[in-house]
């Protein structure tokens, strides 16, 4: 059973940072991805990016295209989310959550990921 604990959300000022961690474990291969998705009171969950955990190939959606970065330590079994530029429509709570990915194909569709963090609350407010 894959478990993913989320940290570093908070509450930052338009225009700031935040660095958001997720700790796996469980993981019984190489042959997953994890993505960190987000979703915002009233609103439905978006995909926002990905990563492979064997090539550290990684997607991301639209609106974080420049703004946020995805990366692994997989010596630490933990993907991070860098986010800059954040804007006050980034608010939202952020999971991330894995699924399983023999051929290296990546998404951001969250009927694809089979297990999920609680999630850790992003504001963006001045």
């Known amino acids: 059973q894959v478990q993913l604990v989320e940290s570093g959300g908070g509450l930052v000022q338009p225009g700031g940072s935040l660095r958001l961690s997720c700790v796996v474990s469980?993981?019984?291969?190489?042959?997953?991805?994890i993505g960190w998705f987000r979703q915002d009171l009233g609103k439905e969950r978006e995909g926002v990016s990905t990563i492979h955990w064997r090539d550290g190939t990684t997607f991301y959606a639209d609106p974080v295209v420049n703004r946020f970065a995805i990366s692994r330590d997989n010596a630490n079994n933990t993907v991070y989310l860098q986010m800059d530029s954040l804007k006050p429509e980034d608010t939202a709570v952020y999971y991330c959550?894995?699924?399983?990915?023999?051929?290296?194909?990546?998404?951001?569709?969250?009927?694809?990921?089979?297990?999920w963090g609680q999630g850790t609350q992003v504001i963006v407010s001045s």
């Open positions: 959550a894995s699924r399983s990915s023999v051929w290296g194909d990546l998404s951001l569709m969250a009927a694809e990921y089979s297990s």
């Open positions: 469980g993981l019984t291969s190489d042959h997953y991805a």
